[in-house]
């Protein structure tokens, strides 16, 4: 069983969160307090925070093993990506509901990260790639499969069993529709659009 520490400066909050986890049989709370200089108990395994934006954690301040789960209204992407940074687990919005907070808990007392979904895609450098204007074609992407393996295009037009004009026109089509200013970019391009593999 999870045992949780409930941190909420709230006596409502504090109450609201004991009551959800009480009744479910699979966490344990082995505390409720306003701030941790007033816990003095076992460590826990996860500590629930009620968080209020702006404010910081000082995670490693009395008990530092435990993983913790913070709740806020919207803390933005700069203060999930502080959150994380800090050795926060699991961020949730205050509106979650029940099973998402267990969820949330066990999967960060297993050392599992937990994220809002849109704070994901917000958190990746490319989340998603671009969809392309204009597909490629199936020769294209042969083509871009063998510049992907460093071949040259006097190699590749004997590969096919077509001129090297005919080459250049494909790699210059290909680095159009993929927007890349060089061989290596349309290949980089390739691979984040799942047109080919390494």
Do not use: C
């Amino acid at each position: 069983m999870t045992r949780v520490l409930v941190l909420a400066p709230s006596p409502v909050a504090r109450a609201g969160l004991e009551s959800l986890l009480r009744g479910t049989g699979t966490v344990e709370v082995i505390g409720s307090v306003a701030t941790l200089a007033e816990y003095s108990g076992e460590d826990p395994d996860v500590v629930l925070a009620d968080w209020e934006n702006g404010e910081d954690f000082e995670i490693t301040d009395g008990v530092p093993e435990a993983a913790w789960v913070v709740m806020a209204d919207d803390p933005g992407l700069s203060g999930v990506a502080e959150a994380l940074r800090s050795g926060i687990r699991a961020v949730l919005l205050r509106h979650s509901s029940a099973s998402q907070i267990l969820a949330a808990i066990e999967a960060a007392a297993a050392g599992f990260v937990v994220l809002q979904p849109g704070d994901l895609e917000g958190l990746l450098v490319n989340p998603q790639p671009a969809s392309l204007r204009e597909p490629l074609t199936p020769r294209e992407v042969e083509v871009l499969g063998m510049l992907a393996e460093g071949q040259s295009n006097k190699s590749i037009a004997h590969r096919l069993g077509i001129s090297e004009h005919t080459v250049k026109f494909h790699v210059t089509s290909i680095m159009g529709k993929l927007n890349a200013g060089s061989r290596t970019e349309a290949v980089t391009q390739g691979i984040r659009q799942g047109l080919i593999m390494l």
